[in-house]
């Protein structure tokens, strides 16, 4: 016998096997055994939550000739067998997508003048009913008001808002609604069961969150990954690698690499996970999808949803919202969202995906209110790191000033005596110092925690005089602390560059030199 598909092969045949549609289910048993049917139904839901499914249980239990006392159709009688096989004359499917013009709706209305010969109803079932036309729609009307007693209707569509208001007023509306996760676990997991198949409840639970409330979707997705590991047992591992999603850990790891403004290391993982295949499109949305988990769990740490993700998924994801504030979220997932729609026509989505991020991680590159919000956070940011230097510095200074001695002076002038034969600094190697800031800041650490301390308050730039790098500091008594220690200064940068280089500390705006920033970065990112 010829494969048949997981989502064919289980699709449920009576009441019972239905998941997550209750409500619908129980007002349907009810009306089967009451006897009191309607003659039009609208069916409304999104994709694969059992709209088309339902309908025709319906339809066999309303034409079956030994019905259940909860209302199923006993699927044992010949017209339960012929409509589960699609050969009963009386119950039509019809797909308005591609039969959706008034000489469709004619035929309906022709033959429905003639009686069913066995079974109690005739019965149409219209999927996709959105599609009809106009025409199509103005002449089901009469016959959708007063149809024969046998004769029963079932719309089922995705988007009921396109029907005419005189077409729903005629129909009993049910909504069905998006089937949870755990549904749809459980209900995989059952039939893995019945499959012999072994599948981690991680990969089954990862299956139904990507199926977005859908059961033949997860069917669908489960059926690929098998294919692709056939006779293998299924982990996340393996689900991510087929379905091409983007696990928990790469999307932290982007997410932090943002925050920390860090567009070196940011540029380099989306360098490796594009030549690892990740698609710039789904990449974009999981990451949208994880940083709406963040504002979720940003503003409330108990939802359910949250809370039955693996320990190791919630921890990653509490530890993350706890680095930035409300407003930088909204504004990554406004910018992500944005990005999202612009990668379905876009041509060059690794540029665009990167041009975002990057804008991301750099708020000064943008203008907006909320990117002026993440810039104002940094400040704030350097205010209160200003603050604590300023405590620190006022503590040191004085004992720095007090142990002066002629050791000191000594050392001084032991300093000079090994950089004078050094020879002076090029532009390239001031300019290259720049770049290389945070590198010469680890080693002044070492040399003069104090000095280094004021770094964390300072923008570094290119003097105006040859051979000579310039600090400017915002604060008048940081500048006082770095001019106390300015021959670790310039020892640190000697020993880094090989080179006689001169440094001016100077008291300025930093708004002054944010182009030269700017032109920094982005010269860095080109030579990376």
Not at 259 to 281: A, H
Not at 491 to 508: E, I
Request: proline share 3%; net charge negative; glycine share 4%.
């Amino acid at each position: 016998m010829a494969y048949q598909a997981l989502y064919r092969k289980w699709r449920p045949d009576n009441f019972n096997d239905v998941k997550g549609q209750d409500h619908i289910v129980t007002t349907l048993r009810n009306q089967v055994t009451s006897a009191h049917i309607g003659h039009a139904y609208l069916m409304n839901g999104t994709r694969g939550t059992g709209k088309t499914t339902i309908a025709k249980i319906f339809a066999k239990a309303i034409n079956c000739e030994n019905p259940m006392p909860d209302g199923s159709p006993c699927n044992e009688c010949h017209i339960c067998k012929a409509i589960t096989e699609q050969r009963y004359p009386f119950v039509h499917e019809i797909d308005a997508a591609s039969n959706n013009g008034v000489e469709n709706v004619r035929d309906i209305i022709n033959n429905i003048v003639y009686s069913p010969t066995e079974g109690k109803y005739i019965v149409y079932i219209i999927d996709e009913a959105h599609m009809l036309s106009t025409s199509a729609f103005n002449a089901l009307l009469k016959t959708l008001e007063e149809p024969p007693s046998y004769a029963v209707f079932i719309l089922a569509t995705t988007d009921p808002e396109k029907l005419p208001i005189t077409i729903l007023s005629r129909c009993q509306r049910y909504d069905f609604k998006r089937i949870t996760i755990e549904t749809i676990t459980a209900r995989l997991s059952e039939l893995m069961v019945n499959e012999g198949i072994s599948v981690t409840d991680d990969a089954l639970k990862y299956v139904a969150r990507a199926a977005d409330g859908s059961m033949r979707d997860a069917l669908s997705l489960l059926d690929q990954c098998i294919s692709f590991y056939l006779g293998q047992e299924l982990d996340l591992a393996k689900v991510c690698e087929v379905l091409g999603a983007v696990n928990i850990e790469v999307l932290s790891k982007l997410f932090n690499n943002i925050t920390d403004s860090d567009v070196k290391s940011l540029m380099n993982y989306i360098e490796q996970l594009v030549m690892e295949g990740r698609e710039m499109t789904s990449l974009v949305n999981d990451f949208v999808a994880y940083l709406r988990n963040l504002l979720v769990t940003k503003e409330s740490p108990d939802v359910t949803e949250l809370k039955e993700l693996p320990k190791e998924q919630y921890d990653i994801i509490m530890n993350d919202s706890a680095k930035v504030d409300l407003e930088t979220l909204i504004r990554y997932i406004r910018v992500c969202s944005e990005l999202s729609g612009k990668l379905k026509i876009s041509t060059q989505k690794r540029i665009d995906v990167e041009v975002a991020f990057i804008k991301l991680a750099k708020p000064q590159m943008e203008t907006d209110i909320g990117s002026l919000h993440s810039r104002i956070k940094e400040l704030e940011k350097e205010v209160e790191d200003l603050k604590s230097m300023i405590s620190n510095g006022l503590s040191v200074a004085p004992q720095v000033a007090a142990t002066t001695s002629a050791v000191e002076e000594e050392e001084h002038i032991t300093l000079k005596e090994a950089i004078k034969d050094l020879q002076p600094a090029d532009q390239a190697t001031i300019e290259k110092l720049v770049r290389n800031y945070n590198e010469f800041r680890e080693a002044l650490n070492e040399v003069s925690p104090v000095t280094n301390q004021t770094l964390n308050v300072a923008k570094v730039s290119v003097s105006e005089n040859p051979g000579e790098i310039k600090f400017i500091f915002g604060h008048k008594t940081a500048l006082l602390t770095a001019e106390t220690n300015k021959d670790a200064f310039v020892k640190v940068l000697s020993d880094f560059t090989g080179r006689d280089v001169k440094v001016a500390l100077v008291q300025g705006n930093f708004e002054d030199q944010s182009k030269k920033y700017r032109d920094l970065i982005k010269c860095e990112i080109e030579e990376q």
